[in-house]
């Protein structure tokens, strides 16, 4: 099993920033694809970043593209996500997940584990 825990969301004014965090720990492989999703009230869940934790590019959403950016501690297993620019639209409940890559490191379009999510509120 892997467990992961999110922390760093709250409320913020529209313009201003957030940083979440997502402990990665458990049964995971020395790489793993992982990722940050999000859920706005009434709309479905959608990726707004991954990685594969063994080198390679990373996803963004268009929405997101020059103002969010993630990184990873790969000694605490600790994946970030830097929130710049924050937008109204932004609002929402942000998951963490993770799972094993797809052959060549390529991420799965359906993660297994998730973490329990924490809230944005960005207001205008």
């Known amino acids: 099993q892997v467990q992961l825990v999110e922390s760093g969301g709250g409320s913020v004014q529209a313009g201003g920033s957030l940083r979440l965090s997502c402990e990665v720990s458990?049964?995971?492989?020395?790489?793993?694809?992982v990722g940050w999703f999000r859920q706005a009230p009434g709309k479905e869940r959608e990726v707004v970043a991954d990685?594969?934790?063994?080198?390679?590019?990373?996803y963004y959403a268009d929405s997101v593209k020059g103002r969010f950016t993630v990184s990873l501690d790969s000694a605490k297993n600790i994946l970030y996500l830097q929130m710049n620019s924050l937008k109204p639209e932004d609002t929402g409940m942000y998951y963490c997940?993770?799972?094993?890559?797809?052959?060549?490191?390529?991420?799965?379009?359906?993660?297994?584990?998730w973490g329990q999510g924490t809230q944005v509120t960005v207001s205008s």
């Open positions: 997940a993770s799972d094993d890559p797809l052959y060549g490191g390529t991420c799965p379009s359906e993660y297994t584990y």
């Open positions: 458990g049964d995971t492989y020395s790489t793993y694809c």
């Open positions: 990685t594969y934790t063994g080198g390679g590019k990373t």
